[in-house]
């Protein structure tokens, strides 16, 4: 999930494929919501079209439009680590205590390639805001390996995880 100008969007023949407001965010979360609202809306790349409010110079409500680019990146964004997204392990539940972890969210995680499950695993974790998973149940599996996975999602105390 990268930005990208409109003019660009428009040359590589991208297709808008959902518009997206954040209003009175702190200016730090503003990349990141539109990175994880891309992602989930099943594009590649965003562009803010219009700055409504900043916050220290910087946007704090915007206007976006998100993005589906056919290009070789869109192509390969299934096996793809988001960044940040590798820095999400799997969680031991025996220590979960030990290390303060907090249930976010359970979700499915699907996989067309089975060889790309692990980071579809890191990156739903990741967007789900968590640093943890922890595989509760086998939905499906291709040739013997899992292709879709009930993962819970935890975020854990940074310093007691690394």
Same mark, same amino acid.
């Given at each position: 999930?990268? *930005? +990208? ?7 590589? !023949?991208?297709? =808008? +494929? *959902?518009?997206?407001? =954040? ?10 919501? /539109?990175?994880?609202? @891309? #992602? ?13 409010? @900043?916050?220290?110079? &910087? ?7 998100? #993005?589906?680019?056919?290009? $070789? ?7 793809? /680590? ?10 031991? =539940?025996?220590?979960?205590?030990? !290390?303060?972890? @907090?249930? =976010?969210?359970?979700?499915?995680? !699907?996989? *067309?390639? @089975?060889?790309?499950?692990? *980071?579809? %695993?890191?990156?739903?974790? #990741?967007?789900?805001?968590?640093? $943890?998973?922890? +595989? ?8 013997? !390996?899992?292709?879709?996975?009930? %993962?819970?999602? #935890? &975020? ?7």
């Amino acid at each position: 999930m990268t *930005a +990208i100008s409109p003019a660009l969007a428009k040359e590589e !023949k991208c297709q =808008i +494929i *959902a518009t997206h407001s =954040i209003k009175d965010a702190h200016p730090n979360n503003v990349d990141r919501e /539109l990175k994880n609202v @891309t #992602y989930a809306k099943g594009g590649n790349h965003f562009a803010i079209i219009e700055v409504m409010d @900043t916050n220290s110079s &910087r946007p704090s409500s915007v206007v976006a439009e998100l #993005y589906n680019c056919n290009d $070789r990146t869109a192509e390969n964004t299934d096996s793809e /680590l988001l960044p940040g997204a590798e820095n999400v392990k799997p969680l031991i =539940i025996s220590n979960m205590n030990q !290390k303060q972890c @907090t249930l =976010i969210d359970t979700d499915v995680v !699907k996989s *067309a390639n @089975t060889d790309n499950l692990d *980071a579809e %695993i890191a990156n739903k974790t #990741y967007m789900l805001g968590g640093n $943890r998973f922890h +595989i509760t149940k086998v939905i499906d599996t291709k040739e013997g !390996k899992a292709s879709s996975v009930v %993962i819970d999602a #935890y &975020r854990c105390d940074t310093e007691l995880t690394q």
